[in-house]
């Protein structure tokens, strides 16, 4: 009789050791779980700070020449050009952490949308527009180009009417920089540079925001 005690109680005992063992380690993988989604979680918020900055930037570049300007071209002809540039869509700044796929439905979706129009005079006017256009904002740069239209063009910022060619591209990436750091919301002056299909040299214009 006492030998069978023994025995039952040797089975208990490797019975609730078994249970132990197995309860730690569901233990210790729940614990090991919830500190991978933890990081997990860190690390999609770290991403979403980052992809929101960017996009952030790309709004605030692409509000800032959000307007119409107008200027005459610097050719034999004098060209009266006008351009009128948006945003595709608004975005409103928030304190609130967006979730990754909200703010890559932004990304995707922001873009710069311009309508030009140039004449020399009104009977022989003409107009193009461009969707889509995706900026280089380190440098302040925006192409303009469709494919029906016969005129390619690329902008540069500036801050002055008729700035010295040499000076335009580090101007355009100084602007652009204030833009991005806040001190200016409006870029008074563009720069234009036009290629033709219809002419071997490309040509320029300074243009002037129009101011209603």
């Given at each position: 009789?006492?030998?069978?005690?023994?025995i039952?109680?040797?089975?208990?005992?490797?019975?609730?050791?078994?249970?132990?063992g197995?309860?730690r380690?569901?233990?210790?993988?729940?614990?090991?779980?919830?500190e991978?989604?933890n990081?997990d979680?860190?690390v999609?918020?770290?991403?979403?700070?980052?992809m929101?900055?960017?996009?952030?930037?790309?709004?605030?570049?692409?509000?800032?020449?959000?307007?119409?300007?107008?200027g005459?071209?610097?050719?034999?002809?004098?060209?009266?050009?006008?351009?009128?540039?948006?945003?595709?869509?608004?975005?409103?700044?928030?304190?609130?952490?967006?979730t990754?796929e909200e703010?890559?439905?932004?990304?995707a979706?922001l873009f710069?949308?311009?309508?030009i129009?140039?004449?020399?005079t009104?009977?022989?006017?003409?107009g193009?527009?461009f969707?889509?256009?995706?900026p280089d904002?380190?440098?302040?740069i925006?192409?303009?180009?469709?494919?029906?239209?016969?005129?390619?063009?690329?902008?540069?910022?500036?801050?002055?009417?008729?700035?010295?060619?040499?000076?335009?591209p580090?101007?355009?990436s100084?602007?652009?920089?204030?833009?991005?750091?806040?001190?200016?919301?409006?870029?008074n002056?563009?720069?234009v540079?036009?290629?033709?299909?219809?002419?071997?040299?490309?040509y320029?214009?300074?243009l002037k925001?129009?101011?209603?």
């Amino acid at each position: 009789m006492l030998k069978i005690l023994v025995i039952l109680t040797s089975i208990v005992i490797v019975a609730c050791a078994e249970r132990d063992g197995d309860s730690r380690l569901k233990e210790r993988a729940q614990i090991e779980e919830a500190e991978r989604a933890n990081v997990d979680k860190k690390v999609r918020e770290e991403r979403a700070k980052e992809m929101e900055a960017d996009l952030l930037n790309r709004y605030r570049f692409i509000k800032a020449i959000s307007h119409e300007y107008e200027g005459i071209t610097q050719t034999t002809s004098k060209f009266k050009l006008r351009i009128g540039m948006l945003p595709t869509i608004n975005i409103v700044e928030t304190n609130r952490v967006r979730t990754l796929e909200e703010i890559a439905s932004d990304l995707a979706s922001l873009f710069l949308n311009a309508q030009i129009v140039m004449a020399v005079t009104p009977e022989s006017a003409f107009g193009c527009t461009f969707i889509n256009i995706k900026p280089d904002i380190p440098n302040g740069i925006a192409d303009l180009i469709a494919e029906e239209c016969p005129i390619r063009l690329t902008i540069r910022l500036s801050d002055k009417q008729n700035p010295k060619p040499a000076d335009i591209p580090s101007m355009s990436s100084m602007l652009s920089s204030k833009i991005l750091r806040k001190e200016i919301d409006t870029v008074n002056y563009i720069n234009v540079k036009v290629q033709s299909i219809n002419l071997p040299e490309p040509y320029s214009a300074n243009l002037k925001l129009k101011v209603n």
